[in-house]
């Protein structure tokens, strides 16, 4: 019956051969896949084997023993190239080795100091005033713009010295009358438009507000040797209460009514003495031999003179007297505390240099020195002796304490008994013919 149904239905035999042409088809493309993969394999196994015989080869033929017999010599007989005398030109600071000779071990070393103010015997014109700032805080500090109106004497790109109104120099012990700029910080021009300068602060030491003006820049303080005066004279310290207070120390700046008028120079030493106990200021002294401190002078004007404080044994007040010193020996020779006096560090005394007195010699010394003869006098027993004496009996241990007594205790004539005594006929020691060879008794 499905026989039958199979022979009516025309698509049988039709279904059936392409069922058998598709699968002749994908045997056929997996058959061909084999074949090309087999001779992809076969392909890089043989181009991989040339290549390693080439390599082989090459190392062969370079070897040092085939590359000197087959490689010819007559490059050696050629001049040399432009290539083989090119040299690069070196900058001057280069040395031939390439070291640059820029780079250097640079030490520490002072190069002195800025001054916080200048003294002035009369005003200092202004050269510019600080009009504005972009900066929206009340003062101003290092890296604000700032505006300024000034004069024609202003320069672009110059620095300048930042001030205010300058404070009154005067005492009661004093009769001249100076002034101090202080110095609040450094700006420089950088622009002008409108005849308004614009600049930079570069530093700033105090708070500056708009309205301050512009001086000169004043020069660093160099390190200064101590330098003689031609004459002494008397000054009286003063001070800037913007940056000082009434006791000063060490590395303070002070001004002193002194100036050129009266031969003062840079470099020369102002020196306070102490006169009164600083306690109970009771008088101590009149002379000039308790040191307090040392100014160096820094900066002068014609009746003025600014200092520093380079050394100081107590705190010094303003109205201070000070004498411009002649002699400056000490403080080239030794820094530190020094005193007035003698020197006497180049010949030094020993103990008994300092004990001669060029007296003689006294009641205890003499004393000592008899004491001295006493016991060289006495002759101590040597060891030689101490070797000869014979340890003593066996009797002596039970014998009372007045018959032990130590040989050095007894007398001479009781020693040679004992001996005779102790000794036998085998090791019998020679006696001494006199008691003066023994041991001699203390006295």
């Known amino acids: 019956m499905m ?46 084997l040339k290549s390693s015989r080439f390599i082989a080869s090459a190392s062969k033929e370079s070897s040092p023993d085939t590359y000197s017999k087959n490689r010819s010599n007559e490059w050696q007989s050629l001049p040399k190239q432009s290539w083989e005398t090119f040299q690069t030109a070196l900058p001057p600071e280069i040395d031939p080795l390439g070291f640059d000779s820029r780079n250097k071990i640079i030490f520490h070393s002072n190069s002195g100091f ?38 024609n004497t202003l320069q672009l790109g110059q620095t300048y ?3 205010q109104e300058p404070t009154l120099l005067k005492s009661t012990k004093s009769d001249r009358i100076g002034y101090s700029y202080l110095i609040m910080g450094k700006v420089k021009l950088l622009g002008v438009r409108d005849k308004i300068f614009i600049g930079s602060i570069l530093s700033s030491r105090h708070f500056i507000p708009r309205g301050t003006s512009l001086i000169q820049d004043p020069p660093r ?41 009266d031969g003062v120079k840079p470099g020369m030493i102002f020196r306070a003495y102490e006169h009164y106990d600083p306690s109970n200021d009771k008088k101590i002294t009149s002379s000039n031999f308790i040191i307090d401190a040392d100014i160096q002078v820094t900066h002068i004007t014609e009746t003025f003179s600014m200092g520093i404080i380079i050394q100081n044994m107590i705190m010094i007040k303003e109205n201070t007297d000070v004498i411009l010193l002649t002699d ?24 008994l240099d300092q004990l001669d007195d060029q007296g003689g010699l006294g009641k205890q010394e003499k004393k000592e020195l008899k004491q001295l003869e ?14 000869t004496t014979p340890p003593p009996p066996e009797s002596a241990k039970n014998t009372p304490l007045s018959d032990t007594q130590p040989e050095n205790l007894k007398s001479p004539e009781a020693t040679t008994e004992l001996r005779s005594e102790s000794t036998t006929p085998e090791t019998e020691a020679p006696l001494p013919e006199t008691p003066s060879q023994e041991i001699s008794v203390s006295e």
């Open 3 to 48: 026989t039958e149904n199979l022979e009516k239905n025309p698509y049988f035999y039709r279904s059936i051969l392409l069922t058998l042409l598709l699968l002749t088809f994908l045997f056929t493309n997996s058959v061909l896949g084999a074949n090309r993969i087999l001779k992809k394999n076969t392909h890089l196994k043989s181009s991989s």
């Open 114 to 151: 800025e001054t916080q103010a200048i003294p002035a015997t009369e005003k200092i014109p202004f050269l510019g005033q600080i009009i504005g700032s972009r900066s929206e805080s009340q003062f101003l500090s290092m890296g604000d713009t700032v505006y300024i109106r000034g004069d």
């Open 161 to 163: 010295a930042i001030t």
């Open 221 to 261: 303080i160099p390190v200064m040797a101590p330098l003689p005066a031609p004459q002494a004279i008397k000054g009286i310290v003063m001070i800037d209460p913007n940056f000082s207070t009434h006791l000063l120390a060490q590395h303070k700046e002070v001004f002193i009514d002194r100036g050129s008028d």
């Open 328 to 351: 400056v020996s000490d403080l080239s020779r030794n820094r530190g505390f020094r005193e007035k006096g003698d020197d006497k560090e180049s010949n030094p005394l020993n103990e």
């Open 374 to 387: 006493k016991w060289k006098d006495n002759e101590t027993p040597t060891l030689k002796t101490l070797e």
